[in-house]
T-cell receptor, first 115, second 113 residues
Framework: DQQVKQNSPSLSVQEGRISILNCDYTNSMFDYFLWYKKYPAEGPTFLISISSIKDKNEDGRFTVFLNKSAKHLSLHIVPSQPGDSAVYFCAASAFQGAGSYQLTFGKGTKLSVIP | DGGITQSPKYLFRKEGQNVTLSCEQNLNHDAMYWYRQDPGQGLRLIYYSQIVNDFQKGDIAEGYSVSREKKESFPLTVTSAQKNPTAFYLC????????????FGPGTRLTVL
């Protein structure tokens, strides 16, 4: 059973417009959420994160919103640029005990920014 | 330059052979992880290790083995028991107690013929 879901496999956006990537989760024990960006045949790179005690975190063009009651988070990219074209993974973290955390990943959303 | 290296980038093996994927980090991170990615899928955790000489199974450990003899190194062996070994393998590391912030290597694409 998928605990982290990204229901849109792909998204196309015009350059300069806003990109909104969505992620839903089911495990209420998740307390930290991350977005990773991944190009083909490369490792994911960390983009932005948010703790469950916040509802918004902003870093330049990237903003993550967290709605705990709905178990939903979203990543907003404004303005979108062609270099943003990549697969974006949502990940959630829960404390496992003894200093151990595990990340649970969604299946990813492929963003294409059209010039 | 600190980072995580995985070698080789591409690896080909015949069916029935064991193969070991290398992962080295010079970030002085305590914890290391192995993930597998298949097309259209998220990353799935194979094994992880928080300290030297200790490791735990992840969600899909069957057919894999690991060792952690040094803090910097966490090799993954894909054994002949792994039914679908062809995949993209990613190694990651994190500071102890900060496993929610993991840094990834460039990955190894394993193809079993």
């Amino acid at each position: 059973d998928q605990q982290v879901k990204q229901n849109s496999p792909s998204l196309s956006v015009q350059e300069g417009r806003i990109s909104i990537l969505n992620c839903d989760y089911t495990n209420s024990m998740f307390d930290y959420f991350l977005w990773y960006k991944k190009y083909p045949a490369e490792g994911p790179t960390f983009l932005i994160s948010i703790s469950s005690i916040k509802d918004k975190n902003e870093d330049g063009r990237f903003t993550v919103f967290l709605n705990k009651s709905a178990k939903h988070l979203s990543l907003h990219i404004v303005p979108s640029q062609p270099g943003d074209s990549a697969v974006y993974f949502c990940a959630a973290s829960a404390f496992q005990g003894a200093g151990s955390y595990q990340l649970t990943f969604g299946k990813g959303t492929k963003l294409s920014v059209i010039p | 330059d600190g980072g995580i290296t995985q070698s080789p980038k591409y690896l080909f093996r015949k069916e029935g052979q064991n193969v070991t994927l290398s992962c080295e980090q010079n970030l002085n991170h305590d914890a290391m992880y192995w993930y597998r990615q298949d097309p259209g899928q998220g990353l799935r955790l194979i094994y992880y290790s928080q300290i030297v000489n200790d490791f735990q199974k992840g969600d899909i450990a069957e057919g894999y083995s690991v060792s952690r003899e040094k803090k910097e190194s966490f090799p993954l062996t894909v054994t002949s028991a792994q039914k679908n070994p062809t995949a993209f393998y990613l190694c990651a590391s994190s500071i102890m107690f900060r496993g929610n912030e993991q840094f990834f290597g460039p990955g190894t694409r394993l193809t079993v013929l």
